[in-house]
């Protein structure tokens, strides 16, 4: 016979069932939130690489792009490996599962004429981080998973005019959510001679 054991705190009196236990929130480093943000967000790009069974490189000096991914593979048809440009944002501004099939994203015009230049020889994409304001909420763990929330989406900006006077306000699809498997499919469109 099984004798159920007390759970650590002992058992509440009034009820006779343990209290939940108490949580103190861990202390977290001084590091600002953004640079946080941008390292949460290079975190979600290296598991989708690998899960990609893609490449990464990061430019030196950075020239307004953040990481090159390469793709190799036989059944491309322009070259054994192909290579796009990512540049990464963050933000905490728009909440979880936007509605619609698309969100507004503001970016700098320097960013969004780099991003919109063609034609190119090397496509860009950029890839848009929607995270909880608080780093508590940014990790979950357990056995058998690490779950990074909220999510990544991407889209390619080739030939998006500029219509602000300083910033432009792009759409991101809610559909292009950035995962292995788009990415696969991003890669194989410009193994091909696409577009991503």
């Given at each position: 016979m099984a004798l159920a054991q007390p759970e650590p705190g002992g058992l509440s009196p009034a009820s006779g069932r343990?209290?939940?236990?108490?949580?103190?929130?861990?202390?977290?480093?001084?590091?600002?939130?953004?640079a946080c943000m941008?390292?949460?967000?290079?975190?979600?790009?290296?598991?989708?690489?690998?899960?990609?069974?893609?490449?990464?490189?990061?430019p030196f000096p950075d020239n307004g792009i953040d990481w090159h991914l390469s793709h190799s593979s036989a059944g491309?048809?322009?070259?054994?490996?192909?290579?796009?440009?990512?540049?990464?944002?963050c933000?905490?501004?728009?909440?979880?599962?936007?509605?619609?099939?698309?969100?507004?994203?503001t970016l700098d015009n320097d960013h969004l004429v780099k991003l919109a230049?063609?034609?190119v020889s090397v496509h860009k994409i950029l890839v848009v981080m929607l995270v909880p304001r608080t780093q508590d909420e940014w990790l979950r763990a357990?056995?058998?998973?690490?779950?990074?929330?909220?999510?990544?989406?991407?889209?390619?900006?080739?030939g998006h005019a500029v219509t602000?006077?300083?910033?432009?306000?792009?759409r991101i699809p809610t559909?292009?959510?950035?995962?292995?498997?788009?990415?696969?499919?991003?890669?194989?469109r410009v193994g091909a001679g696409g577009r991503p």
């Open positions: 343990c209290p939940p236990p108490q949580r103190t929130p861990p202390l977290r480093g001084a590091l600002a939130t953004t941008e390292t949460l967000q290079v975190g979600y790009l290296h598991a989708v690489a690998a899960a990609a069974g893609c490449s990464l490189s990061q491309h048809t322009v070259d054994d490996e192909v290579t796009i440009k990512v540049q990464l944002k933000t905490y501004q728009i909440p979880p599962h936007p509605p619609g099939p698309a969100f507004s994203f230049r063609t034609p357990s056995h058998d998973r690490l779950d990074l929330r909220h999510c990544c989406y991407w889209t390619n900006l080739a602000g006077r300083h910033r432009t306000t792009v559909s292009r959510i950035f995962d292995d498997r788009a990415l696969c499919e991003i890669m194989t």
